[in-house]
Each structure stands twice: as C-alpha cells, then as structure tokens.
C-alpha cells in the first residue's frame, strides 16, 4: 500500500458522500486512490472498461443493481478483482448474498478502522496473486533462458537426484567423454568417481540426502566413459529440476584453478566477498529461513559522517580505510565468515546460529571495537564511529529485498538518531520496543521545539504561463543529533502528541518574517507553505495568524495556506472559517492533491480556494499514460473557467513538462526542475 501506488476503486453505490467517506479515509492514511462510480448497469460497463479496477467495493442496497448480476458482468471481463462488500449492518441474508456473489471480505461501514484494515487485506491479497502470477511467468522464462545458459556454459555441471543424473549439459559430457545424456542417463553421480574415493564420495551423498549444507568444494579423482582417470573438485548446491529437490554439481579439472573460482568471488579491496556473491549468501539464508531454519540475521555496517570522512582522506584511499574496518569487524567473528562488501561504504554480515541477544551483544562488540581503534590511511591517522543496522531473519521475512530494505532502513534509523549505535528490527518486535523508538522521536521533536531546532528549505515553482514574480514552497527539516532529518521520520509522532501547532506556528512565523523581508527589498515572491488539520482545529492559531499578518503588512497573495483535499473534506466547516478569515488578510488558499476525489471541484462550491495542486498521481508514467494526460487537462480547462489556477507537483523529466504544458498546467514543481534548497538565515535588523 505504498504512497507510488494508486489503488483503482470503483464503488458500486448511489451516494457520493458515502464513497467520499472512504476516499478520503484511505487518503488520510497516506493511500492514493483512483476512484470511479456505478450506480447502473452501463455505468458499471464503462467504468470496468475505463477505470479497470482493483478493488470493487459493493453496497448491496444500490437499486438499479443485484450483487449475483454484477458478479456475472465482472467474471466476463476476465479480470482480478479484490470484490468486497460495505453495509450498514450485518445480516444473515445480507452476508449469505454477498459471498454467495463471490465477494471476499464485507467491512460494516460505521467502523471505519474495519473498512481500511478489510481494504488493505484485500489489496495486499490481490496484489500477492498477481505478483505470483508476473513469478510464475517469469519463472517460466528463467528457467529458458537458464536452460539455455546451462547448454552454453563452459561449466561441467549436472543435476542429480536420489544420485542418478537427471540432466548434464554439454561440457559435463565432453569432460568425461560422453557423446549424449542418452549414455549417462541410467549412471549414478558414485560412476564419474575413482573407487579410491567411492566411500568418502557416497557417505558425503548420504549427508547431503538428509538435508545437511554442502562443502564449497571436494577434491576427487574423477572417472571418464573410457576409463580415464584425472583430478578434479566439485562443488555442490541445493537446486531444483522440474519441480523437485535435487543436487547441482558443478565438475572441474585442476587445471582449473579452484583458488582463482574463489578469489573471483572476493572484493580486492576488504577480501571479504564480492555483492554479487554475498547476495546468493543471502538468498541461500531466506531459502533457509523459509524451510523453517532460526536464529539467522543480516547486518549491515557503515561509518557515520562518510562524507567529512572522505574530504579527510581523499577518494582514493577510501579502499584501504574499508579494508581496515573490516579487519576489525572480522576480529569478532569465527572463521570463515559470511561477510560482503554491499556497497562503497556498506559491509554487510550473514549470521547463524545467532539468537536475539548474540546478535545485539555481537553490534555492540563492533561499535565499540572501532570507537577504540585509530585508523591509519596512507598518511592520515583518523577516529571513527559506524552505525549498525540489522534485521532478524525469520519465516515471515523470508524475502530478499524485504530483508534489504529492513536492514537498510534500521541502518539509516541508527544513523539519523546520531549514529555510534545499532538498530535491529525485529520482525516479530514488542510494542514496547516500538513505543521506545516513538518516545525518542518525540523527545528530539520537544528538543526541536525548545531550542529552535528546525530547518527551512524552499522548492521552486516554476510559471509555464509567464506569471510573473518568484513562487516557492517552503519545506521543513529537524536538526537531528547527526543532520537534519526528513518530515517522514518526526511529523507522525509530533501528530500524534498533537504537537502540529506549535511547529505550524514556528513555520508560519519565520514565514512571514522572510516574506516582510523580501518586500523590504522589493522582491515580488510568494511563498506556498503547509497546515495541519490539527491547526485548523486550534482556535488559538488563526487569530494568532491573522494577527501576525496585519501586523507584517506584507503583499496581498504573498502567502498561500495549502492543505490536501481530502483534509479540507473531513474538517469541511473549520476550513470555511478558516479560509474566509484568511482572505481578509490579502493570503492565499491552495488545495492540494486534488482530483483524487470523485468529484474534486465540488469542494470549491465550500472553499473558495485559488491554487489548485494536481494529485501526484497522474504524474507517474505520464509520458506513456494518456489516461492521465487527458485527466490533467480536463482539470486545468475547468480550473481555468472558474478562475483556479493549477500546480503539477512531483514533476520528474523534461517530457512531462512539455506534456504538462500542453494540457495548460500553469505551475510546474518538482525535483527535476529543482532540489530543495535550505533557507539562508537573514538579517532581520
């Protein structure tokens, strides 16, 4: 339910408000949403041929239509649909209808919590089948184009299973001269072995059978078809062909170096292994961990500060400082560890047979073996701390990038409290560990408060009409104990404390201050800067705004106030008041991500606002989406009607803006066009 996926939701209903109702929870809930509504049979044939949606949610009581005829009309599409019922109450008919009419959750609509947790249930169902769907067919094609690499590969290699081949390719019949699969179908992997190591090579298969980890190599005399005897190793993986468990062997003959195989896997620079090597490691632990094996962890380690560390000692002797670390990472582990460099400054640890404490007392070890060490670069002896990151591998995290990006985000976690120290998520983690994580946020955030601790930036918002003067939009960071600190990591817990005035507040006053300045210096800009819900709710704050305006004298529309549009619709009457007074003062009203809703522009029959920021959602892919382009342009033709003028946000390449252009967008904004820049403090004497 990621903030880049829009979820297609076609409501079959005839009230708009009731639809409204559950657009904007999920847009509360940070899901974008792409609706459409059906009240009769052709408006739900339309909407499954334009919307093409994913989720159909049905109020059994729509007149014009049964539940077993929609049913019918959706099955004919041939579609996946995540079908799902919303009723005023439960009853036995009710329900029996619904799921007789194959529809799979039903949510009771006076429970709002309910119909977004049966959504999400719903949405991750659906997406978890088509994902399978997208696996199946690319396991498909993977193992074709695998086929075809195994055929060409200059690798012996065979498969084995319950010790009989079950397929070679052709450098495995070359090397023990063999003109066709034909000839060693009916031998046992024990045949291509010399009797002197028949016994060792039969007792390795046994242990092997019984599911124990494979040697990375063993060193053999092989057999020929013609009796020829030579040196050779073998390496062994755990593989499947055609559906069931067998063995991969991979042959080769001594000539072959197998020292150069493994140093090939290395990093020159760390000698630990290389990523692409420490990613099968990986992917070899989830398969584990999937099959039930426990106390496994991925860990990642980085130094804190790398940037003032690299101006230190200069690029290029960034490979012999991470050679360094990893020395004295390595110094707390066994031998033979499953280590890897991940990235340019990312070491990242395998462990087993870990449990829960070894894990915390082995990143505590670490951290603070390299808190006492000084390191010596070329000419240079510096400190250092690292910051680490892991995460606890289990069944229900069993997934590569799932595991990644755990680790990663507990890494960058450690690092913005201030590194020299370590997170590990824990899949199965307590409330109460949460709630620790969420009290410290919290106390940076009072910090904050306290001692002026926030930060200011500014975006440009670029005019493709040639309006004149300058438009920004002012973004807020945290001074956090190692950098400043993105929104997404302190506005949740500062809303949750109610804390949202205060910092509202903040902004608004060093707002007004920089927008006095610049008429000071007769400067035309205009700056668009965020509200809460929480400020609109606050009777203190708008007389304290409207004060603090016309007390500025700054340039009527220099200031505009914008707040999304589905947080105007669920404090619709505070709004009013709130827009209506802030006219007064000679600001500005925008809306933001509009035309999420069903009917966008009826808001404006409510608050009379003057910007309108398109949703960012028919931003994505819009170079190959008509659909969206056409949406776009019907929204500036009726802005342009009623007087609106319109904002593209999260503008990300040269075509969308010619695209944008077109369509009659007035405002363009996005990283593309330019990065957020920090607000230099200034003179206010």
């Known amino acids: 339910m990621k903030q880049n996926n829009v979820i297609r939701i076609l409501f079959i209903e005839d009230s708009a408000d009731h639809a409204e109702q559950v657009i904007s929870l999920l847009r509360n809930h940070g899901i974008a ?155 046992t992997l024990l045949d291509m072995v010399s009797s002197d190591n028949a016994d060792d090579f039969k007792a390795l298969l046994k242990r092997l059978s019984r599911g124990e980890k494979p040697p990375k190599r063993v060193d053999l005399n092989a057999v020929s078809g013609t009796g020829e005897s030579f040196e050779a190793t073998a390496e062994f993986a755990q593989a499947t062909f055609e559906g069931e468990p067998c063995l991969q062997i991979i042959f080769h003959r001594k000539a072959v170096s197998a020292e150069l195989v493994e140093q090939l896997q290395r990093d020159g620079a760390t000698g630990w292994y290389n990523r692409s090597r420490m990613l099968e490691w990986i992917e070899d632990a989830v398969g584990a961990a999937a099959q039930g094996t426990r106390n496994q962890a991925l860990m990642l380690i980085e ?159 670029i005019s493709l009409q040639d309006i004149e003067g300058e438009f920004t939009e002012i973004l807020l960071r945290m001074h956090g104990p190692s950098g400043e600190v993105l929104p997404r990591h302190f506005l949740p817990v500062a809303e949750r404390a109610e804390l949202m005035p205060r910092i509202d507040r903040w902004v608004f006053d060093h707002v007004v201050d920089m927008l006095a300045e610049s008429q000071r210096e007769q400067r035309t800009l205009t700056h668009f800067v965020k509200l809460t819900p929480q400020s609109l709710q606050d009777e203190t704050f708008l007389p304290w705004l409207v004060n603090r305006l016309q007390t500025a004298e700054i340039r009527p529309g220099s200031l505009v106030v914008e707040m999304p549009e589905s947080k105007v619709l669920t404090t619709l009457k505070p709004a009013q008041t709130f827009v209506n007074a802030l006219r007064e003062t000679g600001a500005r009203f925008a809306l933001e991500q509009f035309g999420s809703g069903l009917n966008s522009f009826q808001i404006l029959q409510h608050v009379d606002a003057d910007y309108l920021k398109i949703d960012r959602s028919f931003m994505n892919n819009l170079p ?62």
């Open 303 to 461: 130094p804190d500060n790398w940037s003032s560390i690299i101006e230190g000692i200069g690029l290029a002797n960034t490979d012999m400082l991470m050679s360094s670390l990893a020395a004295s990472i390595a110094e707390q582990l066994g031998e033979d560890p499953v280590a890897g460099r991940l990235g340019d400054h990312t070491l990242g640890v395998l462990l087993k047979d870990f449990d829960d404490a070894a894990v915390l007392a082995l990143a505590d070890k670490w951290i603070g073996t390299v808190n006492d060490r000084i390191f010596e670069v070329d000419s240079n002896s510096i400190s250092m701390t690292v910051s680490v990151g892991g995460t606890l591998l289990e069944e229900r995290n069993a997934n590569t990038r799932e595991l990644l990006e755990q680790a990663g985000i507990a890494l960058q976690s450690a690092q913005s409290q201030g590194g020299n120290r370590s997170e590990i998520h824990d899949p199965g983690a307590s409330d109460k560990e949460e709630a620790a994580r969420q009290q410290h946020w919290l106390d940076l955030v009072h910090k904050a408060l306290d001692s002026d601790g926030f930060a200011l930036y500014q975006q440009q918002i």
């Open 624 to 685: 190959q989406n008509p659909e969206n382009r056409d949406k776009i342009a019907e929204i500036c033709n009726k802005a342009r009607e009623a007087g609106k003028l319109t904002v593209a946000e999260w503008v990300e390449d040269a075509a969308s803006t010619s695209l944008l252009f077109a369509c009659g967008v007035d405002f363009v904004q996005g990283n593309f066009l330019q990065e957020p820049e920090k607000i230099i403090a200034y003179d206010m004497a």
């Open 33 to 187: 949403v792409r609706p459409a509504q059906a009240t009769n049979e052709a408006e739900l044939e339309h909407a499954l041929q334009e919307l093409s949606p994913d989720l159909v949610l049905i109020n059994p009581a729509v007149c014009d239509l049964d539940i077993a005829g929609i049913s019918r009309q959706m099955q004919a599409t041939g579609k996946d649909f995540a079908l799902t019922g919303i009723v005023e109450e439960f009853s036995n008919d009710t329900v029996s209808a619904l799921f007789s009419a194959k529809v799979r959750s039903i949510a009771l609509r006076s429970e709002p919590e309910q119909v977004l947790m049966v959504i999400q249930r719903e949405y991750e169902a659906l997406s978890t089948r088509r994902s399978v769907r997208q696996l199946e067919a690319s396991l498909r094609e993977s193992e074709r184009r695998c086929d075809a690499l195994l055929e060409s590969s200059r690798d012996a290699i065979a498969y084995v299973h319950e010790g009989m081949h079950v397929r070679a390719n052709r450098a495995y019949l070359e090397m023990f001269g063999y003109e066709s699969f034909d000839e060693i179908e009916g031998l």
